[in-house]
T-cell receptor
Framework: QQPVQSPQAVILREGEDAVINCSSS?????VHWYRQKHGEAPVFLMI?????EQKGHEKISASFNEKKQQSSLYLTASQLSYSGTYFC??????????????FGGGTRVLVKP | DAGVIQSPRHEVTEMGQEVTLRCKPI?????LFWYRQTMMRGLELLIY????????DSGMPEDRFSAKMPNASFSTLKIQPSEPRDSAVYFC????????????FGEGSWLTVV
């Protein structure tokens, strides 16, 4: 069962912040975040392995709440280059953890000047 | 280092024809994945290999789809016969062994079946 992402889409002005959520009805063993620009491959941003873990990539950061079975991606002071579709990927089982990822439906982000 | 290499990048074919997509994973990676992306269904895992052996093909939609990995540096995804509903972007991806390692995607093969 795929993780659920929200919102489905968000429009920002340059410099504004946004939060993208990824939640699962099943236990989350790890969360992988990707960004895909139109016509290109998904590009890896970061991976969170432990509950409570937080990471950052440029001004993009993420947190992982194992108990709530969710992860959040934070776009801070957004730049035009942040536009794209963001996906979270999670393993379906602990056995598959780190191997077989199931992806959420994606969140489309458009940053305007 | 070279990333995951896929070919062809774009393919337009007629319904009923055979389609073969090719992939060269990142050298040293133990796992190879084939994903399909469409607007309706998003990113779907079709099949994945570990050390050239198919591990899970539960995502392969029908018998018309088949995948092989004859060696560590090459894999194919074949559709025979192709149908218009197979039109999608097919991504090959690879990763190395380890819980903390992630998947790296190729540029994708854009397939249109008319």
């Amino acid at each position: 069962q795929q993780p659920v992402q929200s919102p489905q889409a968000v429009i920002l002005r340059e410099g504004e912040d946004a939060v993208i959520n990824c939640s699962s009805s099943k236990a989350l063993y790890s969360v992988h975040w990707y960004r895909q620009k139109h016509g290109e491959a998904p590009v890896f941003l970061m991976i969170l392995l432990k509950g409570g873990e937080q990471k950052g990539h440029e001004k993009i950061s993420a947190s992982f709440n194992e108990k709530k079975q969710q992860s959040s991606l934070y776009l801070t002071a957004s730049q035009l280059s942040y536009s794209g579709t963001y996906f979270c990927g999670t393993p379906e089982t602990l056995k598959a953890a780190g191997n077989k990822l199931t992806f959420g439906g994606g969140t489309r982000v458009l940053v305007k000047p | 280092d070279a990333g995951v290499i896929q070919s062809p990048r774009h393919e337009v074919t007629e319904m009923g024809q055979e389609v073969t997509l090719r992939c060269k994973p990142i050298s040293g990676h133990d796992y190879l994945f084939w994903y399909r992306q469409t607007m309706m269904r998003g990113l779907e895992l079709l099949i994945y290999f570990n050390n050239n052996v198919p591990i899970d093909d539960s995502g392969m939609p029908e018998d018309r789809f088949s995948a092989k990995m004859p060696n560590a540096s090459f894999s194919t995804l074949k559709i025979q016969p192709s149908e218009p509903r197979d039109s999608a972007v097919y991504f090959c991806a690879s990763k190395s062994q380890g819980f903390g390692n992630t998947i790296y995607f190729g540029e994708g093969s854009w397939l249109t079946v008319v």
